[in-house]
């Protein structure tokens, strides 16, 4: 059925959205499968497609459910890249747009240097990443200039928090230690 899709169009532009890598993926995307998503983005590759005819991409929206594994993501991105087909086309990294809520404003400037060495470390094992200087800008610039003052926007976090993992049956404290403190 996809190829059939593609065949429709001139060229076929997709961008899947990830949000995250792992069970991060899994926390973010209610639902969401991982090892499924993968497999389906590696099977695109061997319907022989060529640059002219499709373009995929990634998208991960930077917020406060992955940040603490910004590195994964990166890496994840790098890796691909790497060994990607020409079909690939990286424009990865977006800041939330209207959920203050979930935004990186609401880190502490203690875990906002843990995240931005985070980046540097990415830096010194895949140097020359453009990308890397976006998710500085959404996490140091971007981010700290929201409508919503960072209290209310923890205390909305918190409660919508705690009602999807209660929901859900998850746990954000799961996906990294550094969560705990925000609940």
Known sequence: ???????QFN???????????DDVYEYVRSNGNWKKVL????????????????????????????IFRIKDILTFVAEWEER?????????????IEQDHLS????????REYVNSLVDEFNKEYPNKEYTQTVRNIINKF?????????EALK????????????????????????????
């Open 1 to 7: 059925r996809f190829t059939n899709l593609v065949g």
């Open 11 to 21: 060229k076929f532009l997709l961008r899947v959205s990830l949000d995250g890598v």
């Open 39 to 66: 497999e389906n983005c590696n099977k695109i590759g061997t319907f022989g497609f060529t640059e002219h005819q499709i373009c995929l991409g990634f998208s991960f929206v930077i917020q406060f459910y992955n």
């Open 84 to 96: 990607k087909q020409s079909i690939w086309n990286m424009y990865p990294f977006f800041s939330t």
């Open 104 to 111: 990186t404003m609401l880190l502490t400037n203690e875990d």
């Open 143 to 151: 981010d700290m200039d929201r409508k919503t003052s960072k209290d």
């Open 156 to 183: 909305l976090m918190q409660d919508y928090t705690r009602t999807q993992d209660k929901i859900r049956k998850t746990d954000l404290k799961l996906l990294h230690e550094r969560y705990g403190k925000y609940l």
